[in-house]
């Protein structure tokens, strides 16, 4: 059976910890495993912009032995010059795998059902998965390993309906964390995500929860990270999301009430002085560089993960 990694409860408890055990050997040995050596292509589709997740993806197939063929949104229109179904079957008889970075989550699931080879979300407007699986391996790096993940409290602050604050709940409640959300009002998770997510938490021993201010979110927690107010598409809102946002900004007096030892994750890229300050961004419970290269490591686990299984 193809498995596919469309959003973050597509692995279970148990795969998500091999595949985060994988990005922790890759880590050490960049080299440790080539499943697409030959090489096999796997087309990486951008239909927004990109910086990080096209180097990391790029990279990452390049390491385990395989040919990144990107492909310019722009210029394929997937679904407007021809159908994502029928671009599904022509790259599933092509190549190894499909990473694509695209809006809407329905796309990403036609191409899975019509391809026939595994397809990798890469960012939509609903989830991030593999951003989570970085930050997982962040912290597991951090806090001595995968096995240690679970218990720990992860505080996410500022914009609860985007696809950052979705894949935390789910990403997280995978892993037996307890993930809170704080969020102004009209910035709430999608209600359905939430429900999936606090399902699964009652599964792993973890916990879901959305709260309406920064402290409530933050004090003791264990790990705290946020993303910027205003997500791509959305520049448009950037005056009137600012006045919500400004109470949930992770400065130094906001890192004070979580643990003294609490770890600040960011997927960048991040806009100093709006979501976060510098002081923070690179004070020293700051994790948000090893966080950037385990985009690389952590993909390229999936990947392999994912090609071994199908």
Same mark, same amino acid.
């Given at each position: 059976?193809?498995?596919?990694?469309?959003?973050?409860?597509?692995?279970?408890p148990?795969?998500q910890?091999?595949?985060?055990?994988?990005?922790?050997a890759?880590?050490?040995?960049?080299y440790?495993?080539?499943?697409?050596?030959?090489?096999?292509?796997?087309?990486?589709?951008?239909?927004?912009?990109?910086?990080?997740?096209?180097?990391?993806?790029?990279?990452g197939?390049?390491?385990?032995?395989?040919y990144?063929?990107?492909?310019?949104?722009?210029?394929?229109?997937?679904?407007?010059?021809?159908?994502?179904?029928?671009?599904?079957?022509?790259?599933?008889?092509?190549?190894?795998?499909?990473?694509?970075?695209?809006?809407?989550?329905e796309?990403l699931?036609e191409?899975?059902?019509?391809?026939g080879?595994?397809?990798?979300?890469?960012?939509?407007?609903?989830?991030?998965?593999?951003?989570?699986?970085?930050d997982?391996?962040?912290?597991?790096?951090?806090?001595?390993?995968v096995g240690?993940?679970?218990?720990?409290?992860?505080?996410?602050?500022?914009?609860?309906?985007?696809?950052?604050?979705?894949?935390?709940?789910?990403?997280?409640?995978?892993?037996?964390?307890?993930?809170?959300?704080?969020? $102004?009002?009209?910035?709430?998770?999608?209600p359905?995500?939430?429900a999936?997510?606090?399902?699964?938490?009652?599964?792993?021993?973890?916990s879901?929860t959305?709260?309406?201010?920064?402290?409530?979110?933050?004090?003791?927690?264990?790990?705290?990270a946020?993303?910027?107010?205003?997500?791509?598409?959305?520049?448009?809102?950037?005056t009137?999301?600012?006045? $919500?946002?400004?109470?949930?900004?992770?400065?130094?007096?906001?890192?004070?009430?979580?643990?003294?030892?609490?770890l600040?994750?960011?997927?960048? $890229?991040?806009?100093?002085?709006?979501?976060?300050?510098?002081?923070?961004?690179?004070? $020293?419970?700051?994790?948000v560089?090893?966080?950037?290269?385990?985009r690389?490591?952590?993909?390229?686990?999936?990947?392999?993960?994912?090609?071994?299984?199908?």
């Open positions: 059976m193809t498995r596919h990694f469309l959003r973050d409860d597509d692995l279970t148990a795969e910890r091999e595949v985060l055990e994988l990005a922790l890759f880590r050490d040995d960049r440790v495993r080539r499943p697409l050596a030959g090489p096999r292509a796997v087309a990486v589709i951008f239909d927004k912009p990109t910086l990080r997740t096209q180097v990391s993806f790029t990279a197939i390049a390491e385990l032995g395989g990144p063929l990107l492909v310019e949104g722009s210029l394929a229109q997937i679904g407007v010059r021809e159908s994502v179904a029928d671009t599904a079957r022509v790259l599933g008889r092509q190549v190894a795998a499909v990473v694509w970075r695209t809006y809407a989550q796309r699931e191409m899975a059902q019509f391809g080879v595994p397809v990798v979300n890469a960012l939509t407007d609903l989830f991030h998965p593999c951003q989570i699986l970085a997982l391996a962040t912290v597991a790096l951090h806090r001595g390993g240690r993940l679970a218990g720990q409290t992860l505080a996410y602050v500022g914009d609860g309906a985007n696809n950052m604050a979705h894949s935390y709940l789910l990403g997280g409640a995978t892993a037996g964390l307890h993930v809170r959300v704080g969020s $102004p009002d009209g910035y709430r998770p999608d359905r995500v939430l999936d997510a606090a399902a699964v938490a009652e599964r792993t021993g973890g879901v959305v709260v309406g201010s920064l402290a409530e979110a933050v004090t003791g927690a264990d790990v705290v946020t993303d910027t107010w205003v997500s791509m598409g959305q520049e448009g809102e950037a009137e999301r600012e006045t $919500p946002f400004v109470p949930f900004r992770v400065d130094a007096a906001a890192l004070a009430l979580a643990a003294p030892d609490a600040v994750l960011h997927c960048l $890229p991040a806009y100093r002085g709006k979501e976060i300050t510098s002081d923070v961004l690179d004070g $020293p419970q700051s994790v560089w090893d966080e950037a290269e385990f690389l490591h952590a993909q390229k686990a999936l990947l392999t993960w994912l090609l071994e299984r199908s």
